[in-house]
């Protein structure tokens, strides 16, 4: 996210760090050391930081620094700061056990969390109005790679993202995971979902010509970089079980390099 943020025009990249604080607060307050310590009492700990949000959008100002920021950004950027509900609603499921029935419930709650934050990013990318969706989409390809990387991670904090539906269809049971099998039902379900991923990927393409020249490095290294995540998994023959998925730092330089290889061989 940093080196993504860092090739974006300096005049954007306060919006863009107001925006990340927004979203590493709540953030913090599900998932952080400090958070509080049941479902209830952290779904509250949610209700006050958007209450707090609400009030500096309400009065122009606030004395917490990330809103004030924020709210800032939102009316230099004419930013659609209303998206952050569905996201903070996203953020409330992620409260307690989460289970993901279908396709259809997995793709609202990535509506609600990176696609929320993929409208609000939009304008900032100077997007044309009729293409906000795709960035959207954009957003949620990346969570959706991280939802497929993450499984053992998300699974010990008692979290399933991956539809229940396509479990069945698999014949893949939560014991596997609970176990860490790699089955080769489990195998086959990661792959179905690592082409979903990819297909979410090459569909954002459509923004590359939309997008103003000053943007597209930044883009293009954070798209480049997770669906190197994606070579990553596939290279272990979807086996995500044994050990996490990581990309070496070197590879990562590497793939940025690339990417902003690609688009100045573009631009010439």
Not at 3 to 25: C, D, K, N, Q, S
Not at 44 to 61: F, P, S, Y
Request: with cysteine; net charge neutral.
């Amino acid at each position: 996210y940093y080196w993504a943020t860092r090739r974006l025009p300096p005049e954007i990249r306060p919006a863009v760090h107001a925006l990340y604080g927004f979203v590493r607060g709540a953030d913090e307050l599900v998932d952080g050391a400090d958070r509080p310590s049941d479902p209830a009492a952290r779904r509250r700990a949610l209700d006050d930081w958007q209450a707090e949000l609400e009030r500096g959008r309400a009065n122009g100002c606030s004395r917490h620094p990330v809103i004030a920021a924020l709210v800032d950004a939102g009316r230099r950027h004419e930013l659609p700061l209303g998206e952050l509900s569905i996201y903070m609603d996203s953020m409330r499921i992620d409260c307690g056990p989460v289970r993901v029935a279908n396709r259809a419930e997995l793709d609202r709650y990535m509506r609600g969390s990176a696609g929320a934050v993929g409208m609000i990013m939009a304008p900032l990318l100077d997007t044309p109005a009729e293409l906000h969706a795709e960035v959207a989409k954009l957003g949620s390809a990346f969570q959706l790679a991280n939802f497929i990387r993450d499984v053992n991670e998300d699974y010990a904090l008692d979290r399933v993202y991956l539809p229940a539906d396509e479990f069945v269809r698999h014949g893949v049971s939560l014991e596997d995971i609970a176990l860490r099998r790699s089955s080769d039902g489990l195998r086959s379900l990661l792959a179905a979902e690592v082409g979903r991923a990819r297909s979410m990927f090459a569909s954002s393409r459509s923004l590359d010509g939309a997008l103003p020249a000053s943007v597209r490095p930044g883009v293009h290294v954070a798209r480049s970089v997770y669906e190197r995540i994606l070579d990553r998994i596939e290279a272990l023959d979807f086996d995500i079980l044994s050990s996490p998925v990581r990309v070496p730092p070197w590879q990562l330089a590497g793939v940025a390099v690339s990417a902003l290889a690609r688009v100045a061989g573009r631009r010439a």
